[in-house]
């Protein structure tokens, strides 16, 4: 590997909620194909962090650079044609469509028909909906859900519910994935599988940030760890230097 | 267990063209069988009910973003049609384009800023502007004819073809709502119905793939208006004589009322609740004082054991039985 180019770049950015210092000063850069994870104690404002990078409210100060894109005060939707998607730390798949229909909306930022065309059916958009369930069937093969594409996304099982958000958020073909703790919730088996999907989402040429908790995880498929106490940034670097990091330890286990 | 019961969509496309095909032959053969005027009035109503209803379903059922108002704009488009076409001597087919325009232009400036906004704020958005209309049309008398009405609306007409009886204009607004029920089926069953569907699911999922919420949800609103005022035109030109009454804050009401009984997120559901208390009022006649009562009393029976409406609900149960006799001969 040569020299890793820098895809995303956080930079000084806080966020206040009220007097509430969510976020305080806090910088980082992701590497393009790298996992990047972020981790810190409950409250320490991993998915704050998140939610800035994908416009759900913007930053109080400072700016997040997406490919030489300053997106800090773009919305959501305009993130997502970026070519940046997200799954939630609690689930939110659409309970009211079916699980290919989810994927299916995943695919939106890939197809164009508005309302005119789709209210007149005109070929184009037959063409287009041939096109995004064929991509959206493909998808779910990859996810092992193809058999039950038509189930309601609200009787899957937990653990397939998180798979399906993942799928629905690949769908919209990101160069940068952002997944709010994939493996909360999941047995050691499901875990593993989990973290082998990670795997093979990078293996297609995908930037991710993990937000997690399981550090047995996090230590084993991140590139570089950025650690989060307090809204501030108390350490980052390779697994191996942080784990080494005395402020680190100090965060999660308290000073003697 | 549970779960396996209910895996299934309601309807798959095949089965939806299947339905187009028997609407449309009950619309051609009904007359064939049905000779009472006032039957064909009652069904008539139905037609008309089941234009604004399948609009406020792509809202409500679909969208989950609920409106108290439409009956201002089923309002606009009768008065619009009756103001334009008798007064001025417009053309009527064009008329109702204009009003359709019109109408659609005036919810986007209701819907959008509310809609911006976190919260039930279209519902007060609504109520507020329906009143509004409504004191328009009782207080504008010079131009509306306030309270005692507006008469002398001409019948529309194709050439030499006048629908000046019930018969014909039986046809005529239910090849409307054909056509309401083909394009929001085409609609539903789209990239744009699906980004409907899931603002409704979640609106901060929807958002971060992709879909412009705000956007979406004032272009449904409009949507929604626009074939209310479709449906107001076309009853100013059956009935030829219209009043603020029939578009007061209780129409609006009723409208919502059927898009839940029938079933939200359902199109044939619209139709279902529209004829079921279209026909139901009719009846109830005779209690005129205590059918606030009785909706009231339906809408909260079939919220609380068919939260899906009767359509939807219903459906799923036949489903839900059948995959259970399925199960239990497995199990022998």
Known sequence: MGISEVILKVDHVRKFFGGVAALNDVSFEVNRNEITAIIGPNGAGKTTLINLITGIYPPTSGKIVFERKTISRLKPFHIAYQGITRTFQNIQVFHNMTVLENVMVGLHTQTESEFLNCLLHLPKVKREERQVAEEGASLLRFFHLESKSDWLSSSLPYGEQKRLEIARALAGKPKLLLLDEPVAGLNIRETEEMAELILKIKKMGITIILVEHDMNLVMGISDKITVLNYGQKISGGTPEEVQKDPKVIQAYLGEE | MRNRFKFMAPFTQKKETLFLIIFALGIVLIPLFVKNKYYFMVMNIVGLNTIVVIGLNLLIGFTGQISLGHAAFYGMGAYLSAIFTTTYGFPPWPTIALAMIITGMVAYFVGYPSLKLKGHYLVMATLGFSIIVHIFMVELDQITGGPSGFPGIPHLSIGKLVFHDDLKNFYLIWTFAFLCILVSLNL??????????????????????????????????????????????????????????????????????????????????????????????????????????????????????????????????YRRRKVKTLIEKEGN
Not at chain 2, 262 to 280: E, I, Q, R
Not at chain 2, 293 to 303: D, K, M, N, Q, S
């Open chain 2, 188 to 317: 539903v069953n789209s990239r744009v119905g699906r980004a409907l569907k899931a603002i409704h699911g979640s609106e901060v999922a929807a958002n971060t793939l992709g879909i412009d919420t705000d956007k979406y949800k004032a272009k449904v609103f409009v949507l929604s208006a626009i074939f209310a005022s479709l449906a107001g035109s076309l009853y100013a030109h059956y009935i030829t004589f219209i009043s603020p009454r029939s578009f007061d804050f209780y129409y609006s009401i009723q409208v919502v009322t059927m898009v839940i009984v029938g079933g939200m997120g359902s199109v044939w559901g619209a139709f279902f609740g529209a004829g079921l208390l279209t026909v139901l009022s009719e009846i109830l006649h005779v209690t005129e004082k205590f059918n606030i009562i009785i909706y009231g009393a339906i809408l909260t029976l079939v919220l609380v054991f068919l939260p899906e409406g009767m359509v939807v609900g219903f459906y799923s149960f």
